[in-house]
């Protein structure tokens, strides 16, 4: 006699709202490809996040069972629709099926099922699906969910997975997460139950247009629901709040290069910085950046200093930059003098960033002009080292300038020295300005990073007595 086969319960969850008076006609294809169906033990539930009861007075047609629930909680919040959702189910398998995408073949439920009979063991998985272009009506693209090996991970909106309901410990979206909720959910699927069942037909149609929730969020959200899910997920990416806010603006300081435009390498200046600026956090410091360019650090400064007074330098006027706490100056870090002058209106400083020219000569210079300044306790941190790399750099160019050191003078060398002998002696500061570093500088010390193209990675940190 055959094993009697199991007949899973089925609870198709489908979160709707207004979607500009349209819900109605699409949620017309949407639960007609539910009603065609073959396989018909499954229930829908509707949860609304509309302000009328245009949605719940269209559900009245259907002949299938249909709950509905006016939902308040997190309006505009897709993770919070299907979470309250779910809540709601009360079948075996949950099924979420987006108002505006629908089911393009009729036995959908049924490969699903019959993939869940054959392997009792899973307790998730998801359909082959299609895009649907609504300007391109003529052309739908077919993609595979498919696996990466290590993160168990389905390709694919909420509408192409599926998954257990399980009421001991109920699996929810991340309510954080509105763009890239699927792929969350689906690494926590795969890690708490293992590999996910694919059903490798095209069984899903997906709508792609330009009233979609994930195509109506502005790019700062996109940023940092990209930035959350992977200190959430990715060990490499649990990163300090410094970090975070540089890979947020696209500094090179951080170690996340944006994933769209040409970026130069990642520096990793913040997984240093981090350690030694969580102190300063919350104080009402006076912090000096040598370099703006187009101004990605002073805005990750402004977030992670909120009680600072930032100013910066640069050889080309950067007023747009200025604000309630940024101000930027117009100076040559090569010019004593104007340093000198600059400083005079500044006044101390607890922190320091040298991110100028790069150019070994100014950087000692620099160094040389403003230390003086810095208070006791002070940080003053020298960035972009990889002009110390001779075997890089000397016979190049940069900014106009030869990058060629000799021997002995290059900034790394000059740290080095100190570190070795507890004096400066540096052939671009006069004799005073190397008296004056030797008698002040409590301690110097050098941090390697991951080299890029440029030459050896470093960072230099000099604190004062």
Sequence with gaps: MAAELKDYSVSIVVPTYEYGGKACALLDQCLGSVEAQTYRNFEVVVID???DSVIEDYLARWSFPVRYRRN??????SSVNMNDGMAEATGEIIKIMHMDDWFCDPQALQKMVDGLRANPTCSWGGFGFNHYYENE????????????GELRTLIGCPSVSFFVNNRAQPDRFDESLIVINDSDMHIRLGQK?????????CCVTIRMHSMQVSSNVSDERRLNEISYFRRKNFEEYRM???TRLANLYASDKGTVAPSEGHHGPRLHFTTVYGRYFEALRDKPIT??????????????WYDYFPNARIHAIDVVPQKQHDN???????????DRVALAKLMQQIGPLDLLIDDGSHVVMHQQVSLGALFPYMKPGAQYWIEDLHTSDRSVWNGKTLYGYDMTVAEG???VELVEQFMGSGKFDSAFLTRKENEALTASVASAQLFDLPATSWGFNKLALLLKK
């Design 324 to 334: 309630d706490r940024v101000t930027t100056h117009l100076c040559d870090q090569s």
């Design 287 to 300: 912090l000096l950046e040598i370099g703006v360019g187009s101004g990605p650090s002073l805005k990750m």
């Design 193 to 201: 139950y293992g590999e996910p069942l694919l059903i490798e037909d």
């Design 49 to 51: 996040h509309s302000k």
């Design 137 to 148: 009506r003529a052309t739908t693209r077919y993609i595979k969910p498919h696996i990466n």
């Design 72 to 77: 308040e909680r997190g309006r505009g919040n």
């Design 240 to 242: 300090d709040e410094l």
């Design 409 to 411: 003078e290059s900034t």
